[in-house]
């Protein structure tokens, strides 16, 4: 799989306080790699760093093998958290000055910019000024601002922010068709249901430092114990005692069972009292959002979560 960026042992400090520390990955061509972390763990810190907003103290990013500091800001996207269009330009003239920032030709610019603000739902809003616009509306055309060039890496942080839940569907569908047609796409989000949906794979920094790095499965795999959800009236102190069930916790009719990581699910299965109460039962694994607050909050720590390196 051909690499667009490669992160290489990177730290940055503010005074005496380490930010980030020895932080690697790759990003690849058409795929989608998360960045997560919760607030203040260096994830806007490693994405400043590669924009170039600031550079680090140690290691080397490497665009395409252009080298540190040599990164081509024609070839990037970015779409940052903090939103910042000009509130008096029209929707049009902004999104040509932003292509226009990046070399790409003005006439390809427009044609792309019509058919973009055709697909999000924006067609007639070309002069309209950017104030008049909502917020949803203001966010679709950040969004467009940022791949108006057709970007080989496209940056994306917190991309659902604020938009309801049409938006959002436009924005996964669209975010994967761009990683279908080649382009890199780092993204950044606190929202994990979209994570899980959209990305390949995950890099979660906690702290500073690296705490996963895998696909998907391999997170499951190694974090997400299996639970079991059953619908009923049983009592909680016999479920307590079923084999594995490392914990049970009661949800409106329902019971959900944890069950500890070296449960076999089919022989676990076979063992279930038949005079229990079940209307409904599922297995599945618990959510990466799961994860995400096990580890955030040290349940599942760094030291429990061994790194995974593919």
């Given amino acids: 799989m051909e690499k667009v960026l490669s992160v290489s042992q990177l730290g940055k400090s503010f005074k005496d306080r380490q930010i980030i520390s020895d932080i690697s990955f790759e990003v690849h061509k058409g795929e989608i790699m998360a960045v997560l972390g919760p607030n203040g763990a260096g994830k806007s810190t490693t994405i400043r760093n590669i924009m170039g907003i600031m550079y680090p103290d140690e290691g080397d990013i ?30 049009m003239d902004i999104l040509l000055y932003f292509a226009e920032l990046k070399d790409y030709p003005a006439k390809k610019a427009k044609e792309r910019a019509l058919h973009y603000l055709k697909k999000f739902d924006l067609e007639g809003k070309e002069k309209t000024s950017v104030e008049e616009l909502s917020k949803g509306m203001g966010q679709k055309v950040q ?18 922010s604020g938009l309801d839940p049409v938006s959002q569907e436009l924005f996964k569908k669209e975010i994967r068709n ?28 906690h702290r500073g430092q690296k705490v996963i790095y895998g696909t998907l499965d391999d997170v499951k795999a190694r974090y997400a114990n299996f639970k079991c959800t059953i619908r009923g009236r049983n009592d909680r102190e016999r479920l307590q005692q079923l084999t594995d069930v490392q914990r049970v916790e009661e949800q409106e009719g329902r019971s959900v069972l944890h069950l500890s990581r070296e449960t076999h699910v089919p022989g676990w299965l076979r063992q279930i009292p038949e005079e229990l109460d079940i209307q409904e039962l599922s297995i599945d694994r618990i959510s990466l959002h799961e994860i995400f607050i096990g580890i955030a909050t040290d349940r599942l720590g760094a030291k429990e979560a061994d790194l995974i390196e593919k």
């Fill in 62 to 91: 490497n665009f395409h093998g252009y080298g540190d500091g040599a990164i081509p800001r024609h070839r990037i996207g970015y779409l940052p958290e903090e939103r910042g269009l000009y509130k008096n330009v029209k929707v």
């Fill in 143 to 160: 969004f467009i601002a940022s791949i108006i060039h057709e970007p080989e890496l496209l940056i994306l942080d917190e991309p659902f």
């Fill in 178 to 205: 761009l990683a279908d047609n080649g382009t890199a796409i780092l993204l950044s989000s606190h929202q994990m249901n979209l994570v899980e949906e959209l990305c390949d794979r995950l890099f979660m920094i």
